[in-house]
């Protein structure tokens, strides 16, 4: 048994405005735990609701983790009550900025609590740039927290040095995407279109980064090794490739279940659909937390999905206040009473539902978590990028590991500010969902190499798999500079 002398005192800190950001980080700390380590979550009241019972959990079975919660500061910024983060804002336009400025006004207390602590490190979310200069001046190591993808990364260092982009003539001339592993084309509408001021706050991101002592990603070698040795030569800083957390952490069903968002889970009416389902027969379609699809783009979907004569779980948000939606409840009916198709509205148990046998299929916006737990559990995948890096992850499913089709979306969007009038038709959506739900060979052959992907994932995290070697390298790699400093 370590002496508490000898023990790794570790802080996690996450970006709290974004669940996506918080869910993987809040698995890594989970593991920390597991593995002997002192873990502090630091986190804002409405956020921890999201996964404080699983961390009373692991708490009462004997392993050294708590949350340190914080008011989150909404009356001063002109926040209702409660709204901490993208997902339950209810116009993003408005509350993006109040929701950054309230982030902000949480460094104070935050570095306070750092100087109160004392930790070994602090694991921080790269939207934390000034956590480098605060384990600086605590003479500690600042580890970098990814949610994305080495690949991303790699792709977007590369548009920034070589600007391929400015060789064409046009928004959808391909250009190549210079010293990737693959051959990587695009157009100039999939690379991300970020306003000035968030481009800003990247530089800032990515400079701490080159800063910092490490890199911890939610990601396995046999993934995007080529990848992750690319974007450790850019950085020119350590990095440990430790996923996917969630497979590896999330191992009983209640933690998967509640993962994310505990108290939005009493309805198990999926569970009993999925169930009495074949197996692989039924297509899951979620576009994540962050963005709301248009209605026109939702009555494609509806008309796409039926018409491709697939089952299907269909996630869609909720509505807004003054918002009808009499079609969608009809379709909801229809759908249901011949068995087809089930819509949860709000907040899906998606780790559940992708690990479900009935499930044989995955549409996906491409968001780094959605990606891997798809990965995980062995499923191909329709790709439907909608922003941020997600055209990026399009590539690596279809072009890389080819293990999916893309559904044929050509336009960024901005998650707040400029929308594109861009809607995908049904036809197209109905001719993915065919080819990818359908018996033809391609498909099989994507199908094989998913299983094989989930296979690898599965061993990564495994005694002597990679990931579980990299997690164990990190951990002696903080103990020896632990006692270096002692
Ligand atoms: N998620 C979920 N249920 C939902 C929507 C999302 O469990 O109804 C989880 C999903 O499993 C994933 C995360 O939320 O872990 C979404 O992260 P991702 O990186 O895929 O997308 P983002 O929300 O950043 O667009």
Redesign the pocket.
Known sequence: MESQVDQLKVIFLPFFL????Q??MVDTARLFAMHGVNVTIVTTSANALLFQKSIDRDANSGHQIKTHVLQFPSAQVGLPDDIENF?TATSLTDMVPKLFMGQSLLKKPIEQLFQDMQPDCIVSDIFHPWTVDSAAELGIPRLVFH??SCFSFCAETCVEQYKPHLSVNSDTELFLLPGLPNKIEMTRLQIPDIPDEFNQIMILNKEAERRSYGAILNSFYELEGAYEELHKSNTGIKTWSVGPV?LWVNKDVTDKVE???EEALKNHEWLHWLNAKESNSVLYI??????KLSEAQLIEIAHGLEASGHQFIW?VRQKDKDQDEGWLEEFDKRVKESNKGLI?R??????MI?EHRSVGGQV????????L?GVTAGLPMITWP?F?E?FYHEKLVTEVLKIGVAVGKKEWTTLSGKETKEVVKREDIEKAVKFLMGSGEEAAEMRNRARELGNAARKAVESSGSSQSNFMALINDQKSLKSKRK
């Open positions: 974004a669940p996506s950001h869910i993987p997902n949610v994305t969630s993962r994310g968002n979620s576009f994540g937390t962050l963005k996630v949860i709000g907040w899906a148990p998606q780790l992708l996906t916006h491409c968001g780094w978590n959605s990606f737990e909608i941020a997600q």
